[in-house]
């Protein structure tokens, strides 16, 4: 068994030196070695998907953070079971930060939600939480601006309107 082993670590390219090990010792050598290979490759892919969360956090916190439930409800002089009723209805972008959520402040004008922010996300609907804040915080050429910051500025027009709903198709596919 040992013999067959060292063979097959040998055609692995594992990096174990059998030769005065015990069995036990042998076997979690193995194991190990083949499970630090395994992690390497899901490390890569982890790796990755950590740098788009962090890239992704990194936008909301540079468009000015994001408020709690609680910091919303008080805003918007509701309780906080309502502001989950707005998220779950799909009124409200809430962000998930580990068992909770946050709610992008960009989101709000004051103590209100930026009006024509329910319609887009309508036309949005089907898309991530990622591509929604990609497209509001994206600056649109033709604006020269956000299209959150020309929501708030000019309020929802039919060109505004067309442009998530043609995002929204695209993503629907």
């Known amino acids: 068994m040992i013999k067959l082993l060292s063979e097959h670590m040998a055609d692995m390219k594992m990096q174990v030196d059998s030769a005065e090990m015990t069995d036990t ?37 540079r468009a000015g953070g994001g408020y709690t439930a609680v910091e919303v409800a008080d805003l918007l002089g509701i309780s906080p079971q309502a502001v989950g009723k707005k998220r779950k209805r799909k009124q409200l972008l809430a962000v998930r930060r ?30 991530s939480t990622i591509m929604k804040t990609q497209f509001l915080l ?31 198709a695209q993503g629907a596919r």
């Open 25 to 61: 010792e042998l076997l979690l050598a193995v194991y190990k070695e083949i499970i630090e290979k395994l992690s390497g490759v899901k490390s890569q892919r982890h790796q990755l998907i950590l740098e788009g969360v962090r890239r992704f956090n990194e936008m909301i916190e």
């Open 98 to 127: 580990g068992e909770h959520a946050i709610y992008p402040v960009w989101q709000f004008n004051g103590n209100e939600v930026v009006t024509g922010l329910k319609e887009l996300l309508e036309e949005l609907e089907g898309l």
């Open 138 to 168: 994206g600056t649109d050429s033709e604006y020269q601006m956000s299209r959150i910051e020309y929501l708030k500025s000019n309020g929802l027009d039919e060109n505004l309107r067309r442009k998530a709903r043609q995002l929204g």
